[in-house]
């Protein structure tokens, strides 16, 4: 049997997030999705088009705290680790964040989804 070792917590939650980069054809991109799961160092995104591995993205996730109108912006800079193909206009994206944390005590706070 093999047990998944992690070094960080893996939270298997929906938050609202909006991608920006370029594609495998080297065309801009913008594209608002839900994560997948989220670690302090990365996450996996569903997205409609093909990244190549260390491709560079900007991700702003969009967190609804109670009591706040507007949502609280994270912004994030990434790198591709992996795309895996769901069918053919799908790909599962995993991504290793470039420049900081993520604030899992914050999403551990908000009420469940």
């Known amino acids: 049997m093999d047990i998944e070792r992690r070094r960080h917590q893996r939270l298997e939650i929906a938050i609202e997030v909006r991608v920006r980069g370029k594609d495998n054809s ?7 999705t839900l994560s997948g799961n989220v670690t302090s160092m990365g996450c996996s995104l569903l997205l409609s088009c093909d990244l190549a591995a260390s491709s560079e993205l900007e991700l702003e996730f969009l967190l609804h705290v109670p009591g706040k109108q507007e ?6 800079r990434g790198t591709v680790v992996r795309a895996t193909p769901i069918n053919v206009t799908q790909y599962i994206i995993g991504i290793q964040f470039r420049n900081g944390l993520f604030p899992i005590d914050v999403l551990e706070s908000l009420p469940s989804l």
Do not use: I, R, S
């Not at 949502?71 to 994030?76: D, G």
């Open 26 to 32: 080297g065309q801009p991109f913008e594209e608002a």
């Open 71 to 76: 949502p609280v912006l994270h912004p994030f």
